[in-house]
């Protein structure tokens, strides 16, 4: 079985206000010393074992580009594994 394990982000100068708020709120509790926070989505996706590596990842590239994120606005990386 192989796992792929996505992280999807803004990009740079994209507004992000869940963070904006997140890092309001860490100041309100007393951690002044954060100079920036972003938010990001975490996917895992099982893919079937008798799948070839390329294939994986061209299957994962296209997921990630056409219903995980939103090219225009986000970023994504990912990390393939082959799993038991």
Known sequence: MWL???VVSYKEGILDPEAKTIQKALKTL???NIEEL????YFEIKLKSNLERSDVEKLVREICDRV???PVI???????VETE
């Open 4 to 6: 792929a394990k996505v």
């Open 38 to 41: 972003s938010v990001g989505k």
């Open 30 to 32: 007393g951690y002044q």
């Open 74 to 80: 986000q970023r994504y990386n990912y990390e393939i």
């Open 68 to 70: 995980l994120s939103n």
